[in-house]
């Protein structure tokens, strides 16, 4: 059985070092910086580390009419997973052992974190861009993250799937995600990612550079549901907080704060305004009921 390195042991240098040249490091809107020159991964040649890179194409289509097959072998479409539920996409090679682990298992700890759940708030697809790779070992690798995952009923919206370069390089091509073959090392160079896809298929934000915050990822869900899912609370978070593409983090907008306590502070003296009228009259009305009284 493949198991899943330990969420919590911290990668070595080394692993670092190989992660960010296998890489093609981050990605900008627009363009995609290059990946570092010198000091490769064993075997893997130059040129096929410069082909490497991840160009975020947000708000573009991804093609859910294109065939795969599930982690039991099932003939399936991608559209099928699409629809009701924003989705997940993280595209890997599974044999791979590096990179691949290291990305998996950071993504594992985050979704530890988070109160959404696969298959109840969002679907979560692993795409394996090695066509020779087949269910069986797909479904390996579904059973060793679920059981390290801790919650079966994940199971039901956390799929594996496997394909044809046919359908792996239409779906790579429109999210921006450039891998390349070696042969020297018999394994695919590729970015880290993890792809946020709206329910009706358009790329909706992206997390990249081997973090994947659980805050962050949360509230990119909510945004790829437009609202649909998270709580009052998230509304609010997102009221405050701005993606920024060129880190794939949310940070602090300052600016949309002083709105929003600009907004609260009208409303507020609004509020006090009401009060303070209403005070008056009962006041007034208690004054009136005093004299009547009196009079009578």
């Given at each position: 059985m493949i198991r899943p390195v330990n969420p919590s042991r911290k990668p070595t240098r080394a692993l670092w070092a190989a992660a960010a040249l296998a890489l093609g490091l981050l990605a900008t809107p627009g363009h995609a910086?290059?990946?570092?020159?010198?000091?490769?991964?064993?075997?893997?040649?130059?040129?096929?580390?410069?082909?490497?890179?991840l160009d975020q194409q947000l708000n573009a289509q991804v093609p859910l009419d294109l065939p795969f097959r599930d982690e039991t072998g099932k003939s399936v479409r991608l559209g099928d997973y699409f629809g009701s539920k924003p989705v997940m996409l993280v595209l890997i090679q599974y044999r791979c052992t590096m990179l691949c682990n290291e990305e998996?298992?950071?993504?594992?700890?985050?979704?530890?974190?988070?109160?959404?759940?696969?298959?109840?708030?969002?679907?979560?697809?692993?795409?394996?861009?090695?066509?020779?790779?087949?269910?069986?070992?797909?479904?390996?690798?579904?059973?060793?993250?679920?059981?390290?995952?801790?919650?079966?009923?994940?199971?039901?919206?956390?799929?594996?799937?496997?394909?044809?370069?046919?359908s792996i390089k239409p779906l790579a091509q429109s999210v921006g995600f450039h891998y390349a073959y070696d042969a020297h090392t018999d394994q695919y160079a590729h970015p880290d990612g993890v792809i946020l896809v709206t329910p009706q298929g358009k790329v909706s934000r992206y997390f990249f550079r081997l973090e994947y915050p659980a805050r962050d990822m949360r509230l990119g869900l909510v945004e790829a549901s437009s609202n649909q899912i998270g709580s009052a609370i998230d509304a609010i978070a997102l009221l405050c907080?701005?993606?920024?593409?060129?880190?794939?983090?949310?940070?602090?907008?300052?600016?949309?704060?002083?709105?929003?306590?600009?907004?609260?502070?009208?409303?507020a003296m609004a509020v006090g305004v009401v009060v303070l009228k209403q005070r008056d009259r009962l006041s007034r009305r208690r004054l009136g009921d005093a004299a009547f009284l009196g009079e009578g």
């Open positions: 910086q290059k990946s570092m020159s010198g000091g490769l991964p064993t075997g893997v040649q130059e040129q096929t580390i410069k082909q490497v890179r998996m298992n950071i993504l594992l700890d985050s979704l530890k974190k988070m109160q959404f759940t696969p298959g109840k708030e969002f679907n979560l697809l692993i795409v394996s861009i090695d066509p020779r790779e087949q269910p069986d070992l797909a479904a390996d690798k579904k059973k060793s993250y679920l059981e390290a995952y801790g919650r079966p009923a994940a199971a039901a919206g956390w799929h594996y799937l496997t394909g044809a370069d046919s907080f701005h993606y920024n593409p060129t880190t794939g983090k949310y940070s602090l907008a300052l600016m949309k704060v002083v709105r929003l306590a600009g907004i609260l502070t009208v409303l």
